[in-house]
């Protein structure tokens, strides 16, 4: 599933056709995706300007002339192409399928700066969209109880720190829990530990002071750097440049079960916790 460097750079990608420009038409090949369409989605949307296009935790947001907002999430196989004048694909997976029309089920039409079409494609349907009034974002069932956002200034090593202090949880399960900290995932929770030197399974709560601030600056640099390289699923850079995603050729140890750890040389390790793969170093991480 795609994580916040991946919804960034999709969102960087779209950006550009989407800010300032109008819904023109909207079509809907189906009732559902993931869940059903809001009521009148598509009149709801036809006519409104896009004055924002923002990311929060793993949606993007695209808060509209009519005071509501349309949250798109992309599920594990969302993907959106835009054919204008310069067709680009900011939603690929490196491991997708080649595209089926058979799955393109929501078509946008724009009109402002660059018209365009934008299409989004699912195969499984995971994704989803809504609309919600813009001034009860915060207050509605998709954030109520969001964490800070990793990169933004409420998280800092001291919140960090305090959000941890009584969970009893395992660290690598306190990483993905969307209210301490949103948007990372599997990933780069794994690349983060890593980096600074904490046991995926250590307990929660005991990472704290100088471990804890470790582990707060790791998750922003990995972050930071993931999305510099247009993440690690995806094949479009943000800038629609034709640069490819390739933070995954930087994985030190996610996905590398039995390869060698890039600073002790001894073989990447292999747990499940709560059903997640995670990846560390016996050695370098305690």
Not at 21 to 42: C, E, G, I
Not at 134 to 141: F, P, W
Not at 187 to 208: D, H, N, T, W
Not at 234 to 258: C, H, K, N
């Amino acid at each position: 599933m795609p994580e916040l460097p991946e919804v960034e750079t999709v969102r960087r990608g779209l950006e550009p056709v989407l800010l300032g420009a109008r819904f023109k038409t909207v079509t809907t090949r189906r009732a559902d995706l993931r869940f059903p369409f809001p009521p009148r989605f598509t009149q709801r949307l036809v006519g409104a300007r896009v004055g924002a296009f923002v990311r929060r935790g793993k949606y993007m947001i695209a808060e509209l002339s009519t005071g509501e907002s349309l949250i798109l999430h992309l599920g594990m196989t969302g993907r959106f192409t835009v054919d204008g004048a310069r067709r680009s694909d900011p939603g690929v997976f490196y491991y997708a399928e080649p595209p089926d029309p058979r799955h393109d089920h929501v078509l946008f039409e724009v009109a402002g700066g660059a018209p365009a079409r934008i299409i989004y494609n699912d195969p499984r349907r995971f994704g989803f969209m809504d609309l919600v009034e813009t001034a009860g974002l915060e207050a509605s069932a998709h954030f109520a109880g969001m964490g800070p956002e990793p990169l933004g200034p409420g998280f800092t090593a001291e919140t960090f720190n305090a959000s941890l202090r009584n969970k009893t949880a395992p660290i690598k399960a306190a990483l993905l829990d969307q209210r301490i900290v949103a948007g990372v995932g599997n990933i780069y929770a794994c690349e983060a530990l890593f980096r600074a030197g904490v046991s995926p399974k250590r307990r929660a709560a005991s990472v704290s002071g100088q471990r804890g601030a470790r582990l707060w600056r790791a998750v922003r640099e990995v972050l930071v750097e993931a999305i510099e390289a247009g993440g690690s699923t995806l094949r479009d850079f943000a800038a629609s440049d034709g640069a490819q995603g390739g933070f995954q050729q930087r994985f030190s140890v996610y996905d590398r079960e039995g390869e060698p750890c890039p600073v002790c040389a001894r073989p990447v390790r292999r747990i499940v916790q709560a059903g997640r793969s995670s990846f560390y170093c016996g050695t370098c991480q305690c």
